[in-house]
């Protein structure tokens, strides 16, 4: 795959102008743009449309956790938006799953992308709720719960993706949040890793945030990204 088709560039600011900066300063270096919670519910879903008209890919960050019918709708509103993904929670269970893939079989464009474990978690946290099994073993076991739910792909850290490709086999996609390059700070994500360390294991798109919005020169920075992937 082309690195520039495998760099989904984080756009977790707190307002729509800073948002749309760093995409205009990104210009043609970037296509594929990442919108979460929190830039969702400042700037509303107009951002979105505005995006994909600019001919850019949106990865919609929702996580989604609710009652089947309502995460149904949720997946059929973004799909309306021409999001190319979306987050369902694996932790959901496979109902929860398996009404988002229903939900996006209308938007032949879309993917439902299932979060295993949040990259920030750990062992220990994992335990506070519950779950006895280290953090490495969770993300393989919702990852197959994923996969029999029809979803896509999954989302997980660096450090699970050859467990998970082993697992899933080369259809399903692997996007990795928490990536950053060497000397960076991984910030809150516990189970960091860099750009060509999970492509070589077998990611399929990568996700990276401040090493690109916050670089002095956002366009020079994602060179460096692709550039780290390249082989």
Do not use: W
């Not at 609710?66 to 059929?76: D, H, K, L, W, Y």
């Not at 988002?100 to 994992?126: H, I, K, N, W, Y």
């Not at 029999?148 to 850290?157: D, T």
Request: proline share 6%; hydrophobic share 50%.
């Amino acid at each position: 795959m082309d690195p520039n088709q495998q760099i989904i560039v984080a756009l977790d600011c707190d307002s729509r102008r800073t948002a749309e900066d760093i995409v205009a300063r990104l210009g043609d270096e970037c296509r594929f743009y990442k919108v979460g919670l929190e830039l969702l519910t400042v700037a509303g879903p107009d951002l979105i449309t505005h995006l994909v008209a600019q001919g850019k890919e949106v990865f919609l960050d929702l996580k989604l956790f609710e009652i089947p019918n309502s995460v149904a709708g949720a997946v059929r509103a973004a799909g309306a938006l021409g999001v190319s993904m979306v987050t369902v929670h694996s932790m959901g269970g496979t109902a929860i799953m398996a009404a988002a893939v229903d939900a996006a079989r209308a938007f032949p464009e879309l993917r439902v992308l299932a979060l295993t474990v949040v990259t920030s978690m750990t062992d220990a946290d994992l335990a506070d709720i519950g779950v006895a099994s280290p953090a490495e073993e969770q993300v393989v076991r919702l990852a197959r719960l994923a996969r029999k739910a029809g979803c896509h792909g999954v989302i997980a850290s660096p450090q699970d993706v050859a467990a998970l490709r082993g697992a899933l086999g080369s259809g399903a996609l692997i996007v990795t949040p928490g990536v950053t390059l060497p000397g960076d700070s991984p910030a809150e994500h516990a189970r960091p890793g860099t750009p060509r360390a999970a492509v070589a294991a077998g990611a399929s798109h990568v996700i990276v945030g401040r090493t690109v919005t916050r670089a002095t020169d956002p366009a020079a920075a994602f060179r460096h990204v692709r550039t780290n992937i390249a082989p």
